[in-house]
């Protein structure tokens, strides 16, 4: 998840995927699914900074123009039959603080697998703390033995939805290609490494 701009808090109570499926030929299911893991990479020369553990994850740019890009993921098999086919999928979430206007924020599908550690940035969180063991950062997929290919995370070249945030509220994205990065992460769980 990542915005060009502006910088974004994202308080994660309020963040989950609906997802519509087929289950067989008559049968359509609704289910809520809430986050299973969340991080923050927040631009670090060193790649040490972390907040795995917090409240809250961000993305945009701050002031400063220091890049910040949250990462969610979702666990699927739990909640879904393995055979279902995917009609349609919703990420809601709750944008708690900016700095900015309306500006685009864009769902990319991560394509390398992170962690989220102990880290617990303190205050509002907004510029991380030390990475704990396991941790994404800027630098590392894993704190501090796995490296992204590329600073700042290893993501899909296209976005899998854009939508429009600005003022503090909900906001949703939807589109036909977060369907098919669904089903493929359904299909193919160990590619699943979320947006």
């Known amino acids: 998840f990542r915005s060009q701009f502006n ?4 308080l994660l109570i309020a963040m989950f995927l609906t997802i519509s499926i087929n289950s067989d030929s008559t049968a359509q299911t609704t289910v809520d699914i809430t986050f299973a893991t969340d991080n923050t990479l927040y631009q ?23 890049t910040r890009r949250g990462l969610i993921k ?27 206007g309306f500006e685009d924020a864009e769902l990319r599908k991560v394509e ?22 396991y941790d994404a950062t800027c630098q590392h997929n894993f704190y501090n033995t796995d490296f992204w290919t590329n600073d700042g995370g290893d993501f899909s070249s296209d976005p899998s939805a854009i939508e429009p945030v600005g003022g503090v509220g909900f906001y949703t994205w939807d589109s036909s290609a977060m369907i098919q990065d669904v089903q493929n992460w359904l299909d193919n769980p160990e590619s699943n490494f979320g947006w």
């Open 7 to 10: 910088f974004l808090s994202i």
């Open 44 to 66: 670090d020369p060193n790649g040490e900074t972390s907040n795995g553990s917090g409240q809250y994850f961000f993305t945009g740019q701050t002031a400063a123009d220091q």
């Open 74 to 100: 979702f666990l699927l098999v739990k909640d879904i039959p393995l055979c279902a086919t995917i009609t349609n999928v919703s990420l809601k979430l709750h944008m708690s603080k900016t700095i900015s």
């Open 112 to 133: 390398k697998d992170w962690g989220a550690g102990n880290s617990d940035a303190p205050g509002e969180e907004g510029y991380g703390t030390q990475a704990d063991d």
